[in-house]
């Protein structure tokens, strides 16, 4: 049966189809060989803490009520860390789910939201999917990223601004004195959506307190976080954001899914919270990680940007869907990025050291075969 034409809202129609990467369960019956490393998602080879664990499996008991909607357990543990008031923060099923909470609840129809390029996906998509038009602007080749360029396009009126830093997926980090001169000069009516999805992977001194440059800033923001990267939870679908009152968030509210978040994944989320021996295991490793791949690459003649997270992204030299597809009969999934004018760039995650060096000899054995 096909759809009446006049069926799919246009806005819909047009979208391209996310590329969501590829479940290990599916690899083997797709390509005929063992998946040997995935390292197309930026998920934490570490995994979840163990107590994050147990924490899901005891909330499983509880599967036949339905959840706290507004999570109180998990935003009041969030507000103490951050010291901000529970109210001020809002839970969703990832914090994909709230980028497109946001946009349904601030943007019109032919609203202009500004970006940069390379983008996480869905800050372009969830918006185009509310009717509003997208500019990016790109990363110069040094990779620092692009304030003037962003103000630029600020001019000609946004409803929204939306970025990640540490960025993904390009990797690095913006720097205090951009991050002031940015917030500085973005219009007052402008929503800042400060997306810090990789913000536990900045080295030290990377580091600088961007919410509070945010709260005296006297602008709207929501900064965006994560359990799926650090904390190793990406199967369980929790992320929160932290607004810059609570009216914001008490809209989101009405915007949302009202059982976001599970019971199982919100145990999981405030265990995971609470053992932060585990989170820095796993951040030790990502860091020692990408320094010494991204030295291997450079000895191999692959360039790859400046990295404050926990993946590289490397330039493949030729399309980069090629050199994945031909990692992937090795075994190895890493994300091949398809936005120009980044076509010939890939992004690998830093997995174990025994897994980044599978990947590391195939890609050696794939760029020696040309
Ligand atoms: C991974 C990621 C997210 C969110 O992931 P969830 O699993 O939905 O919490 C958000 N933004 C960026 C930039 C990411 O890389």
Redesign the pocket.
């Known amino acids: 049966m096909t759809l009446h034409s006049s069926l799919i809202r246009p806005e819909i129609e047009g979208l391209p189809t996310y590329n969501a990467g590829l479940a290990a369960a599916r690899f083997q019956a797709t390509y005929g060989v063992p998946l040997r490393a995935k390292l197309d998602?930026?998920e934490n080879p570490l995994g979840p803490s163990p107590a994050a664990i147990a924490a899901a499996l005891a909330a499983a008991q509880g599967l036949g009520r339905y959840p706290d909607a507004s999570g109180t357990a998990l935003r009041t543990a969030l507000a103490d860390r951050l010291g901000a008031s529970p109210d001020r923060i809002i839970l969703?099923?990832?914090?994909?789910?709230l980028?497109g909470v946001i946009y349904r609840t601030v943007l019109r129809p032919g609203d202009h939201v500004v970006t940069l390029c390379p983008s996480?996906g869905?800050?372009e998509f969830a918006a185009q999917a509310c009717g509003a038009g997208v500019t990016k602007v790109p990363f110069p080749a040094d990779w620092r990223f692009p304030v003037a360029g962003l103000l630029a396009a600020l001019e000609k009126g946004a409803r929204v601004l939306i970025f990640?830093s540490p960025?993904?997926?390009a990797g690095p980090a913006i720097t205090a004195a951009d991050f002031a001169r940015l917030i500085a000069g973005t219009p007052p009516d402008t929503l800042i959506v400060f997306?810090e999805?990789?913000v536990e992977y900045l080295d030290p001194e990377a580091r600088f307190d961007a919410l509070a440059m945010l709260e005296s800033s006297g602008h709207a923001w929501i900064s965006?976080r994560?359990?799926?990267?650090a904390y190793g939870l990406?199967g369980a679908?929790?992320?929160y954001g932290i607004a810059h009152d609570a009216g914001l968030v008490a809209a989101m509210a009405k915007a949302r899914n009202p059982f976001a978040v599970n019971a199982v994944a919100e145990a999981a989320a405030l265990a995971a919270l609470g053992d932060d021996g585990h989170l820095a295991r796993g951040l030790a490793l990502a860091r020692s990680e990408r320094r010494r791949v991204s030295a291997v690459l450079a000895a191999l003649g692959v360039a790859c940007a400046p990295s404050q997270t926990n993946f590289l992204f490397f330039d493949c030299g030729d399309t980069a869907t090629g050199t994945a597809e031909m990692l992937r009969q090795h075994g190895i999934l890493v994300k091949a990025w398809m936005e120009p004018p980044f076509g010939t760039h890939a992004r690998v995650t830093m997995g174990t050291a025994e897994e980044n060096d599978l990947f590391l000899g195939a890609l050696r054995q794939i760029r020696e075969s040309r």
């Open positions: 998602s930026n969703g099923n990832g914090s994909e789910d980028i996480f869905l800050h990640s960025s993904n997926p997306d999805a990789y965006l994560t359990f799926s990267k990406a679908r929790v992320g």
